[in-house]
């Protein structure tokens, strides 16, 4: 049972990332799902959740109108779709499941000239 992150890497400003969180062993359909992310000099920030099902409750505004959270069922995976990124998006990125108690590893997101 673990959770695994994908899709990181480096782009200039303005580009766009899709990350993945990809469950095994259980149906990541039946929970919700934390981002976060730990930027250099900064504790933890939530980036946003999805909650079961396709609701999206929540979004931090630093990134509201550029992320967006979905999940894709078929591949028991929750994406975080991210446009427009700015340098102070640096950081590395985790999905989180609460009600399971599990943290990827994460994936870092460099966003630079």
């Known amino acids: 049972v673990q959770i695994v992150e994908s899709g990181g890497g480096w782009v200039e400003p303005g580009g766009s990332l899709r990350l993945s969180c990809t469950a095994s062993g259980f149906n990541l359909t039946n929970y919700g799902v934390n981002w976060y992310r730990h930027g250099t000099g900064e504790g933890r920030e939530l980036v946003g959740f999805?909650?079961?099902?396709?609701?999206?409750?929540y979004y931090a505004e630093s990134v509201k109108g550029r992320f967006a959270i979905s999940r894709d069922n078929a591949k028991n995976m929750v994406i975080l779709q991210m446009n427009n990124l700015k340098p102070e998006d640096t950081a590395p990125y985790y999905c989180n499941v609460p009600l399971r108690d599990l943290w990827g590893q994460g994936t870092q997101v460099t966003v630079a000239s």
């Open positions: 999805i909650i079961i099902g396709e609701d999206t409750l």
